[in-house]
C-alpha cells in the first residue's frame, strides 16, 4: 500500500490551502491526517472512522477550521484547511489502518503514512 500526499505550500495566515492524499489500493476502517512541527512530536489532526459510521474527528485546534473527506471510488482522502494560523506550519501526514477505538488520535494506530507534504503558515 502506498499513500502520495500533496497540496501543501506557503499561504499567509488566514488562507486556505487543500491537501491530498492518494491511496494505492485496499479499504481500511480508519484515515487519518498527522502533522509535525519542528522539534515537536507527531500529533493528530483528523481522521474518519468507517467502522463509526463514517464519522469524523479532529483535535481541538483545527475543530471549525479544517474538514476531512474521503472519496470512496477515487481512494482519495482530503484535508481541507481554512483559517489558517502560523501555528498550523508542520509536515503534514496522511495514513490509513485499522486502528481500535482508542487508537484512533495515535499515530501507532495506522499502519501505511504518505511521504508528508510541508504546510508553512506565514504571520
Known amino acids: 500500500v502506498q499513500l502520495q500526499a500533496s497540496g501543501g505550500g506557503l499561504v499567509q495566515a488566514g488562507g486556505s490551502l487543500r491537501l491530498t492524499c492518494e491511496v494505492s489500493e485496499g479499504t481500511f476502517r480508519g484515515y487519518g491526517w498527522f502533522r509535525q512541527a519542528p522539534g515537536k512530536e507527531r500529533e493528530f489532526v483528523a481522521a474518519?472512522?468507517?467502522?463509526?459510521?463514517?464519522?469524523?474527528y479532529y483535535s481541538d485546534s483545527v475543530k471549525g477550521r479544517f474538514t476531512i473527506s474521503r472519496v470512496r471510488g477515487k481512494n482519495t482522502l482530503y484535508l481541507e484547511m481554512n483559517s489558517l494560523k502560523p501555528e498550523d506550519t508542520a509536515v503534514y501526514y496522511c495514513?490509513?489502518?485499522?486502528?481500535?477505538?482508542?487508537?484512533?488520535?495515535?499515530?501507532?494506530?495506522?499502519?501505511?503514512w504518505g511521504q508528508g507534504t510541508l504546510v508553512t503558515v506565514s504571520s
Open positions: 474518519i472512522i468507517s467502522y463509526s459510521s463514517g464519522r469524523t
Open positions: 495514513a490509513v489502518g485499522d486502528p481500535i477505538i482508542s487508537y484512533i488520535f495515535a499515530p501507532t494506530g495506522y499502519r501505511y
